[in-house]
């Protein structure tokens, strides 16, 4: 049976009330208060506070503070008065047990109002995020796509220089090698005339003859200089290109080799003592040598009651892998199935110690990690820590009606065993 806290002190303003509340050496907590408009408890193994209060208030801005052995509560009037009492004057037991029910309803009303709401601004800001993150992309694309836009522009203004340069150079080559040709004939011309001029003035058939055969010399004179100004054509070859093996996506830079050599020990190093602890694991096949698959089959087996075969399956799988939670967390469920209760607890703190830092995503994985913990701590009769572990279980998901249940069953256990004692 609970003991009655019936030492109480208040005073009031016309907007507030201000009560104090005894604990007499009792630890409270927020779970602790449970305050509504009109309804107030407190309850303390073994104390319990009830109240239901003369006037509504607002439960919202209404405060409580613990400190000292003492709670104090600031609540604040709906309507400004001053009361008449705290409490309401010849509640029966009926009246009080509507008021607790309603109060009750009200209260999960209102924390199903607030989940909704967090879910709902979890959503927008999942939404804004995503919104942010593609516009994000887009100006990084676009800025990329500028970037090779205007580098293709510069190429193709240097390719066209280029070709300027080269039709440029052609010119002057071909005005050089006539400057040369024309000076090659000159002399030619210049003994020619000579012979002529000594020989005789030629008649006109002989002079033209002697111009045709002269042009004819000096196109095959042409051709002969062109020949031997070309160079040779190159001869086809094949070249053959060895890339040395890297273990790194990477090209190799001289700065980082101290630091590739390094990491590559390191990983030998790994290598060599997971071969030299699993030298037994030689003859498994290849997908049992995946922790994630031995997870998935230490699972099946937990669901077909083979307790011992799935703790045998997260043995493996931590000697794999002793870095996932959730295998320390699955094998603390066999366990307790087992009675390896001390076992139990071990893998529940190895599984919340992984669990870090708490966020979101491994709220579930927490609460679990808790509930496990304190069921093997209150199956060794140690119900103070069990409860622990269940009111941290609730801290992270205060909606879950189960672990409520329990802790109550926990609480009501230390009070029998307090009074026993």
Not at 30 to 55: D, M
Not at 199 to 211: A, F, Q, V, W
Not at 308 to 314: D, I, M, P, R
Request: proline fraction near 5%.
């Amino acid at each position: 049976m609970p003991v009655w806290l019936r030492e109480h002190s208040w005073r009031q303003t016309l907007t507030a009330v201000y009560l104090s509340l005894p604990l007499r050496g009792a630890r409270a907590t927020p779970g602790s208060i449970f305050c509504s408009e009109q309804y107030l408890k407190v309850s303390v193994p073994p104390f319990l506070f009830e109240a239901v209060l003369y006037a509504p208030i607002d439960d919202t801005n209404s405060t409580a503070k613990i400190g000292n052995g003492n709670i104090f509560f600031t609540l604040y009037k709906k309507e400004p008065a001053l009361w008449d009492s705290l409490t309401l004057a010849n509640t029966d037991k009926e009246k009080l047990q509507n008021l607790r029910e309603n109060a009750v309803l009200k209260a999960q009303e209102k924390a199903k109002e607030e989940t909704e709401a967090r879910k709902i601004t979890k959503q927008e800001h999942k939404k804004y995020a995503l919104e942010a993150t593609m516009k994000l992309e887009e100006a990084e694309r676009k800025r990329i796509e500028d970037l090779k836009e205007k580098e293709r522009t510069k190429v193709a203004k240097e390719l066209e220089l280029w070709k300027k340069q080269q039709k440029d150079g052609d010119k002057y080559k071909s005005i050089q090698k006539k400057g040369e040709l024309h000076q090659e004939v000159e002399p030619l011309k210049e003994r020619k005339n000579e012979k002529m001029n000594k020989t005789g003035i030629p008649n006109d058939r002989t002079s033209k003859t002697r111009l045709k055969s002269t042009k004819g010399s000096c196109s095959i004179f042409s051709q002969n200089l062109k020949e031997e100004q070309l160079p040779a054509p190159r001869a086809a070859a094949t070249i053959k290109v060895n890339f040395t093996p890297r273990v790194f996506p990477t090209a190799l830079r001289e700065s980082r080799v101290a630091e590739e050599e390094e990491w590559l020990h390191k990983q030998a190093e790994a290598r060599r003592i997971i071969n030299s602890d699993l030298a037994e694991l030689e003859d498994l096949k290849e997908e049992e040598k995946n922790p994630d698959w031995l997870k998935d089959k230490g699972n099946k087996m937990f669901a077909m009651g083979d307790y011992l075969g799935a703790v045998n399956a997260y043995n493996l799988a931590v000697r794999l892998n002793n870095s996932l939670p959730l295998l320390y967390l699955n094998r603390a469920a066999c366990h307790l199935k087992l009675r390896n209760l001390h076992k139990a607890i071990q893998d529940s703190s190895k599984a919340l110690e992984l669990l870090t830092p708490p966020v979101p995503d491994n709220e579930n994985a927490r609460v679990k990690a808790h509930v496990r913990r304190g069921t093997a701590f209150c199956q060794l009769e140690l119900y103070t820590e069990g409860l622990e572990d269940y009111e941290a279980a609730l801290k992270i998901d205060p909606t879950n009606k189960n672990i409520e249940k329990d802790a109550e069953k926990i609480r009501h256990l230390i009070q029998g065993t307090m009074q026993s004692s």
